[in-house]
């Protein structure tokens, strides 16, 4: 049965597969999409000097559809109770800002990487804003998928997630003030956003408790860290890990934010699954703050040491070599005067103890044979010798 209109109320929901998800991106998610571009168009005008940096653009249209989904956000809550706040804190107000940012992500690719689309490009993806806007209530919607739509919601959700990462990173890759010594402390950005959704989990027992009885209050506790935690922790996770590269535009891939590995025991003939999520889990904050200064390289081993001692170093580039593996060109010095001197690659240590009394990172210093290795991106840590496990302290603490 093909989509039907009626009089100036445009489409309604029929049970037609075709009607239903024309109507959830045209009458939904084209007309919400377009409500939260107005604020944006308005204060772009206003304030154009601003705007001089992709992120601008993404931060700016993301308060907008933050604001949109808070009111809508308060009727559903007026409607359905305190039972829907958790869901709606991260499904609802997460995605209506990656569906806005898509807006912003056409506006960035033909301000900033100057696209051969020309305008064309902010037109398709402000229709793939409503497109995804479409494909996320469909699900919700669609009378025969009403029993399992929120499972597909929630999958595509999750790959949103990644499209998301992408976009924030590529915004952050290209700002005109970008600098390798400005990192974003990701530990800080999770445990932040950790405490602010406990904060609104706290709130959604006392009313479930107010309205339903305290035994219904801890019984959607329990189903708020299973489920909802599940989704709250893979998405700030996510959304705080980025490959900052200058001038790196990332393609989208769709994929899940997160992939099922099998880790094997070898005490045992059992293969053991566990979840790792993707992105950079390294917080580089740690080793970028001596980015183009000097500081003190330090022997990890007193006894079993190449280096010797402590030794003055100056970081001078970061380096990317395969898979986009980051590492640190720095100058070793030998003597006082800073006229003998010897170059090495620093590569962060990942696994297991890569800090020093929770302050000073671990890295593995490299020798470098021949300085052309490092421009050859094919190459990895495998092209260097190993010297040692040494760690970065700043100069003045010696």
Not at 16 to 28: G, K, L, M
Not at 128 to 151: C, N, P, Q, R, V
């Given at each position: 049965?093909?989509?039907?209109?009626l009089g100036n109320h445009g489409l309604e929901l029929n049970g037609n597969p075709i009607n239903d998800f024309i109507f959830t991106s045209i009458q939904v998610g084209m007309l919400e999409e377009f409500a939260k571009l107005i604020p944006f168009l308005i204060i772009l005008t206003l304030f154009r000097k601003q705007f001089n940096e992709p992120i601008d653009y993404l931060a700016f249209i993301c308060f907008s559809a933050l604001g949109f989904s808070a009111v809508e956000n308060v009727m559903y809550f007026y409607k359905h109770g305190a039972q829907i706040i958790n869901g709606r804190a991260i499904l609802s107000t997460v995605g209506h800002m990656f569906d806005t940012a898509l807006i912003a992500?056409?506006?960035?690719?033909?301000?900033?990487?100057?696209?051969?689309?020309?305008?064309?490009?902010?037109?398709?993806?402000?229709f793939l804003a409503a497109l995804s806007h479409g494909i996320y209530d469909f699900w919700l919607m669609f009378e025969y998928t009403k029993d399992f739509g929120i499972f597909i919601t929630i999958i595509y959700f999750l790959i949103t997630i990644s499209l998301f990462a992408t976009i924030l990173n590529?915004?952050?890759?290209?700002?005109h003030f970008f600098t390798y010594k400005k990192v974003i402390d990701s530990t800080k950005v999770v445990s932040r956003l950790l405490i602010y959704y406990g904060i609104v989990f706290l709130l959604q027992i006392i009313f479930v408790s107010i309205e339903e009885g305290i035994q219904f209050g801890i019984s959607s506790l329990l189903y708020a860290i299973l489920f909802t935690g599940f989704i709250i922790v893979v998405t700030i996770a996510r959304l705080s890990r980025f490959k900052l590269i200058q001038h790196r535009w990332h393609k989208f891939k769709?994929?899940?934010?997160?992939?099922?590995?099998?880790?094997?025991?070898?005490?045992?003939?059992?293969?053991?699954?566990r979840i790792v999520l993707k992105g950079d889990s390294y917080n580089e904050v740690h080793l970028t703050k001596f980015y183009q200064e000097d500081f003190y390289l330090t022997p990890v081993s007193k006894t079993k040491t190449i280096l010797g001692d402590t030794k003055l170093a100056h970081m001078e580039r970061k380096v990317f070599l395969k898979n986009d593996e980051s590492y640190f060109l720095v100058k070793v010095f030998h003597d006082t005067n800073r006229i003998h001197h010897d170059s090495y690659l620093l590569m962060p240590k990942k696994s297991n103890q890569n800090m020093i009394n929770d302050k000073y990172p671990i890295v593995a210093v490299l020798k470098i044979v021949n300085l052309f290795d490092l421009e050859n991106a094919n190459n990895d840590h495998t092209k260097f010798r190993?010297?040692?496990?040494?760690?970065?302290?700043?100069?003045?603490?010696?």
């Amino acid at each position: 049965m093909p989509f039907v209109f009626l009089g100036n109320h445009g489409l309604e929901l029929n049970g037609n597969p075709i009607n239903d998800f024309i109507f959830t991106s045209i009458q939904v998610g084209m007309l919400e999409e377009f409500a939260k571009l107005i604020p944006f168009l308005i204060i772009l005008t206003l304030f154009r000097k601003q705007f001089n940096e992709p992120i601008d653009y993404l931060a700016f249209i993301c308060f907008s559809a933050l604001g949109f989904s808070a009111v809508e956000n308060v009727m559903y809550f007026y409607k359905h109770g305190a039972q829907i706040i958790n869901g709606r804190a991260i499904l609802s107000t997460v995605g209506h800002m990656f569906d806005t940012a898509l807006i912003a992500y056409g506006i960035i690719l033909f301000h900033f990487k100057k696209s051969k689309l020309g305008f064309g490009i902010v037109v398709i993806f402000f229709f793939l804003a409503a497109l995804s806007h479409g494909i996320y209530d469909f699900w919700l919607m669609f009378e025969y998928t009403k029993d399992f739509g929120i499972f597909i919601t929630i999958i595509y959700f999750l790959i949103t997630i990644s499209l998301f990462a992408t976009i924030l990173n590529n915004a952050l890759n290209n700002s005109h003030f970008f600098t390798y010594k400005k990192v974003i402390d990701s530990t800080k950005v999770v445990s932040r956003l950790l405490i602010y959704y406990g904060i609104v989990f706290l709130l959604q027992i006392i009313f479930v408790s107010i309205e339903e009885g305290i035994q219904f209050g801890i019984s959607s506790l329990l189903y708020a860290i299973l489920f909802t935690g599940f989704i709250i922790v893979v998405t700030i996770a996510r959304l705080s890990r980025f490959k900052l590269i200058q001038h790196r535009w990332h393609k989208f891939k769709f994929e899940l934010p997160f992939s099922i590995v099998s880790n094997s025991n070898f005490s045992s003939s059992r293969n053991r699954l566990r979840i790792v999520l993707k992105g950079d889990s390294y917080n580089e904050v740690h080793l970028t703050k001596f980015y183009q200064e000097d500081f003190y390289l330090t022997p990890v081993s007193k006894t079993k040491t190449i280096l010797g001692d402590t030794k003055l170093a100056h970081m001078e580039r970061k380096v990317f070599l395969k898979n986009d593996e980051s590492y640190f060109l720095v100058k070793v010095f030998h003597d006082t005067n800073r006229i003998h001197h010897d170059s090495y690659l620093l590569m962060p240590k990942k696994s297991n103890q890569n800090m020093i009394n929770d302050k000073y990172p671990i890295v593995a210093v490299l020798k470098i044979v021949n300085l052309f290795d490092l421009e050859n991106a094919n190459n990895d840590h495998t092209k260097f010798r190993f010297v040692e496990w040494a760690f970065a302290r700043p100069k003045i603490n010696i």
